[in-house]
């Protein structure tokens, strides 16, 4: 593969001190494998923890990384939001920081970004407990419904993005919503996606806050504000395609 794109590489991490140097270690050596111009971005999101502290001291060893911080805990989708805008290159790709992908995997998604927008991982056997598997299908048949959209895994957190499509997009979920609402706007606004099957691995350090029922409340409101919201904008361009 030759190696001329530019690729930025980021994570979010809240509490995430027994994966973050690992998975930013793995991160540094698969980047120079697939780009020349590359950064490795750790996203921190007001960890209570030694996370920013690793960070840091990775930071220090290599140039090509470095630590972006929230004060305190804003919530996933702000930590995405920061992650995209603090992106440099011309191909942004993320994944969690709790290491339960692989980027050694990377490489294989970026011949396929060629012609598209977007590149999407689907988790093609998901280690999650049982509960979550249920409450993930359940979540991504009504994305699939209400925007008209045929995702297999609307949060795989294994995606791979050309810049321009976030030049553009104003997101505005600060937390569990956000995949829903990158995958709906950019549908929206014509991007073109293709799907790939990922590995996923149960999570060996550090503890889930996804599933916590005031993260999924706040989902299910945000869901439907996202609805009305893009409802309202394409009938709004319609009206200005129709005069």
């Keep these: 593969m030759q ?3 530019s690729l930025s590489i980021f994570f979010p991490c809240y509490n ?4 973050v140097e690992s998975l930013a270690r793995r991160a540094l ?15 921190d999101d007001g960890s209570r923890d030694r996370t920013a502290e690793i960070a840091l001291a ?25 992650g995209f805008r603090s992106a440099t290159k011309d191909l942004v790709f993320y994944t969690d920081g709790d290491g339960q992908f692989d980027l050694g995997e990377l490489p294989r998604l970026l011949p396929m970004i060629e012609g598209v927008d977007m590149v999407c991982g689907y988790r093609r056997k998901r280690s999650d407990p049982f509960f979550r598997k249920v409450n993930a299908w359940l979540w991504g048949t009504l994305v699939n419904l209400l925007f008209h ?26 937390g569990a919503l956000i995949d829903t609402e990158i995958l709906a706007r950019a549908a929206q606004a014509g991007y073109i996606f293709v799907q790939t099957p990922v590995s996923h691995y149960p999570r060996t350090s550090g503890s889930q806050t996804g599933a916590k029922l005031g993260v999924i409340l706040r989902a299910f409101r945000e869901l439907f504000a996202l609805k009305a919201e893009l409802d309202r904008e394409r009938r709004g361009r319609i009206r200005l395609e129709c005069r």
């Excluded at 780009?35 to 490795?40: F, I, L, N, P």
């Design 3 to 5: 190696k001329n794109c």
């Design 149 to 174: 959209l045929r995702v297999r895994d609307v949060d795989c957190a294994f995606k791979l993005f050309r810049r321009p499509v976030f030049d553009h997009m104003e997101l505005t979920s600060q």
């Design 16 to 19: 995430e001190e027994g994966n």
């Design 29 to 43: 050596a698969v980047a120079p494998t697939v780009a020349d111009d590359y950064e490795v971005i750790v996203v």
């Design 58 to 82: 990775l930071a220090r060893e290599d140039p090509h990384l470095r630590l972006v911080r929230h004060e305190t805990n804003r919530g996933y989708g702000a930590a995405l939001i920061t």
